[in-house]
């Protein structure tokens, strides 16, 4: 069963690699696609790619290996630029919504309100965040002690894994980590919300149930990528 779950997820794998960085080829190949949309999904296609690259190698590693283990360093290493990619998604997915609402809302200045240099400021500054986030609470892990072998719980290294295998107090840990996202829960969620409400007083302010139709379309794809992040995040992360 385990070469059978190797074959499966390597599948997985390769069709996550080729699918997004097809994605991301065509985006900078296609002039029409220069667009402040689809600028931020080529970085959330890179997004996933790094998601990858991080996680299923060593899981596809495993499924081969007799003895799956992991060292200490190489755990923190990978929740390291596990935790980069979710921060920086997050940010980029409340940005992508605002970039719906102003299409939708003012779609005559949308172009000026969401031009290059400020995607460019805010992808930047999407990077800089998770970076800063994940260089904090990681060097923090780096004070724990851990002793003997352990089972990590979990198909992969995320921060959340490593404080109760530590023999030290990890309160502080927790409370920076939980400080943390609470923080970025107030940066990202009320900016998603508000775009969102935006959007759906304007879709229903038309006459036209044809049109409602066409315009709530478009926002299928991106909310429903919202919904599974922070839902997966909110139980990975808050659930006891």
């Not at 044809?210 to 659930?239: D, M, N, P």
């Amino acid at each position: 069963i385990q070469t059978m779950l190797f074959v499966l997820f390597l599948g997985i794998y390769l069709l996550t690699l080729i699918g997004n960085l097809m994605m991301i080829l065509l985006i900078r190949a296609d002039s029409h696609l220069h667009m402040p949309r689809y600028f931020f999904l080529g970085h959330l296609s890179f997004l996933d790619i790094c998601y990858s690259l991080v996680t299923v190698p060593k899981m596809l590693q495993n499924f081969l290996s007799q003895k799956k283990t992991i060292s200490v360093w190489g755990c923190i290493t990978q929740s390291f630029f596990f935790m980069i990619s979710g921060i920086t998604e997050s940010c980029l997915l409340s940005a992508t919504a605002y970039d719906r609402y102003a299409a939708m809302c003012h779609p005559l200045l949308s172009t000026v309100v969401m031009n290059r240099p400020l995607c460019t400021a805010i992808v930047g500054t999407a990077w800089v965040m998770g970076f800063l986030n994940s260089l904090v609470n990681n060097r923090c892990v780096q004070n724990l002690q851990f002793y003997g072998p352990n089972l990590i719980s979990h198909f992969s290294c995320e921060l959340p894994s490593h404080f109760p295998l530590s023999c030290s107090d990890t309160t502080p840990n927790t409370i920076l980590l939980a400080r943390f996202f609470a923080f970025l829960g107030l940066v990202t969620l009320p900016l998603i919300l508000f775009s969102y409400s935006k959007i759906i007083l304007a879709i229903l302010s038309t006459s036209s149930s044809k049109s409602q139709g066409e315009a709530f379309s478009t926002c299928y794809s991106h909310l429903t990528v919202v919904l599974l992040f922070y839902g997966t995040a909110l139980f990975r992360y808050i659930s006891p």
